[in-house]
């Protein structure tokens, strides 16, 4: 190999230099930077499953959550047809305790009315017999006896007390 140029001692120096760079860079860079990526993988692997896992959950949650959206409209649909039921039956009782507050008023006006005019109806009575008997006075007044005054006053009396039942 001399005739090529080449030195053997050379040759295996420069190849045992060789090896021990590979060896050395093997030992200090490439396994380490080999682990490193292994880790970084690893850690990749374990995110993405992780992910995987946290869109499952999400997708479990949303679901929870949509199921408890619509229970929550039933329960406020059942609550607003209770509270409309519940405002109808009190509209009701009003009005019928209105009713009830309006008739009573005006049967008692009406016997009040009623009794009014029953009162003075009376007095009216009391007056007309007053009247009478003043004006049989004064007609008979002094050519009469008293006896025959009075006879006259019932009579008149009578009469008036007929003429108003027969009125009423």
């Known amino acids: 190999m001399e005739k090529l140029g080449i030195d053997i001692r050379l040759l295996s120096f420069q190849v045992f230099n060789f090896l021990v760079i590979i060896l050395l860079l093997n030992k200090l860079v490439f396994q380490p930077l080999s682990k490193k990526m292994e880790e970084r993988k690893k850690l990749i692997e374990k995110g993405l499953d992780k992910e995987i896992e946290a869109d499952k959950k999400l997708a479990e949650i949303e679901t929870e959550k949509?199921?408890?959206?619509?229970?929550?409209?039933?329960?406020?649909?059942?609550?607003?047809?209770?509270?409309?039921k519940k405002a109808e039956n009190f509209r009701n009782e009003l009005l019928e305790n209105t009713?009830?507050?309006?008739?009573?008023?005006?049967?008692?006006?009406?016997?009040?009315?009623?009794?009014?005019?029953?009162?003075?109806?009376?007095?009216?009575k009391e007056d007309m017999v007053d009247l009478t008997i003043e004006a049989v006075k004064t007609v008979l007044g002094h050519s009469e006896s008293d006896a025959v005054k009075e006879t006259l006053n019932k009579k008149a009396i009578e009469k008036l007390w007929q003429t108003d039942k027969t009125q009423s």
């Not at 959206?69 to 409309?84: C, G, L, N, P, Y």
């Open 66 to 84: 949509n199921k408890m959206i619509d229970a929550t409209k039933k329960d406020i649909d059942e609550m607003m047809v209770e509270a409309a």
């Open 99 to 124: 009713r009830k507050e309006s008739d009573d008023l005006i049967k008692r006006t009406k016997e009040q009315l009623a009794g009014e005019k029953e009162e003075m109806l009376s007095k009216a």
